[in-house]
């Protein structure tokens, strides 16, 4: 019971604090997860990231559930979902219900404006972090190189390129394992 | 049953945006088209507070929508609409990794996939930095390359990447603290 209310506490923090899409929630999330809990790995989080692209629903909640069912199956995922999605609700409903206008104030544009910067910086450290377990080698690199320049200056859809990444990948292994297989006359592992 | 009728609205909401929370958006406007319990305006305003707010998009949108049209408990049933697709999906993968992480195919898959992650992020960070630093606006407006660029956003991140590197604390003390700097400069 205990690790269940953690789970959602663990992830009402995060709720709480990210603003903007998925990704900005991932320096508190490396934190709280994976360096003070130890609840998943970086590796891990760069999994889910990737089939939450791919699959339908939010990418929040996609980490959540994934984590929430890895440490305790079904229940455990429904704890952690509704620890992600409990801020939103009490702040939008507290929101909607008292303050009018409520974007147009200068002081939430200014906190705002601050938020911003502050959550570049985060995520710039964050993914720097997390690259150099992602990144690893020449077709690691190439894959990221490709991604990051077809979906700056093409219109597709990121899962195209989420799926064409992992079929890059199978043929990149497969290759390079048959050439060393090859070169050292050994059978493929 | 209004709440049946909301659970199923944000269910499908659920089911068919892939991407995060703006890929919703099509689906508020078909929503509104459909029902009218809401108008056009007031997308307008749950697009605004959404983003001014702390939380996933996607869930704050729901929670304004169900919200408006239902009150408290309207709010709750269209969050739970909304994420049921996903925690149910997720469950099945996470059924289906757990039996083939190790083929070597999958691993292999995962190899390219967590590389594309990475570029997606550093794009999603791009898209934020535009939005910080850049003033296009004001760019169009006097075609001066001084006043593309927000210096005092660009100076306050420098100090920040600094002081995080240096003290390297909880995320959340930093982006506080940048809530506060900027309403205090007025940024």
Not at chain 1, 14 to 39: C, N, S
Not at chain 2, 103 to 115: D, E, H, I, T
Request: charged fraction near 15%; proline fraction near 3%; hydrophobic fraction near 55%.
């Amino acid at each position: 019971m205990k690790e269940l209310f953690d789970l959602f506490f663990a992830f009402a923090k995060i709720g709480a604090t990210t603003f903007g899409g998925g990704y900005a929630m991932l320096p508190v999330l490396q934190r709280e997860i994976v360096e003070d809990r130890k609840w998943a790995t970086e590796e891990d989080l760069m999994d889910y990231y990737a089939i939450g692209q791919c699959t339908p629903g939010i990418i929040a909640v996609n980490v959540a559930t994934f984590i929430g069912a890895r440490r305790r199956g079904t229940i455990g995922a429904i704890f952690a979902t509704a620890g992600v999605v409990f801020p939103s609700i009490v702040i939008i409903m507290i929101i909607s219900a008292f303050i009018h206008n409520f974007a147009e104030y200068p002081a939430v544009q200014h906190a705002l404006a601050g938020v911003r910067v502050c959550v570049c910086v985060l995520v710039f450290s964050a993914v720097i972090k997390l690259a150099k377990k992602s990144l690893i080698d020449a077709g690691t690199y190439a894959i990221f190189g490709a991604v990051l320049i077809l979906s700056l200056f093409t219109g597709v859809q990121k899962f195209v390129w989420v799926i064409a990444a992992g079929i890059a990948g199978i043929l990149i292994k497969v290759l390079s394992g048959k050439r060393s297989a090859e070169s050292q006359g050994g059978p493929e592992k | 049953m209004i709440f049946l009728r909301l659970f199923w609205e944000f269910f499908k909401i659920g089911l068919f945006s892939v991407g995060g929370g703006l890929a919703t958006l099509p689906f508020l406007y078909e929503l509104q088209a459909n029902t009218g319990w809401f108008t056009v305006e007031d997308i307008g305003n749950m697009i605004a507070v959404s983003e001014s707010t702390p939380g996933p998009m996607g869930i704050n949108m729901a929670t304004y929508t169900g919200f408006t049209i239902a009150g408290i408990p309207g709010g709750i049933v269209a969050v739970i609409g909304e994420v049921t697709p996903c925690v149910i999906i997720i469950l099945l993968i996470t059924r289906i990794m757990k039996k083939f992480k190790d083929n070597k195919y999958v691993q292999f898959a995962m190899y390219g996939l967590r590389a594309a992650s990475v570029g997606l992020i550093v794009v999603a960070c791009l898209q934020v930095a535009k939005a910080a630093f850049l003033d296009t606006e004001l760019y169009s407006a006097t075609g001066s390359l001084t006043d593309l660029f927000s210096i005092p956003a660009i100076i306050f991140a420098v100090v920040l990447a600094v002081v995080y590197v240096k003290t390297n604390k909880h995320p959340i003390i930093y982006i506080a603290a940048a809530a506060v700097i900027g309403i205090l400069l007025k940024m």
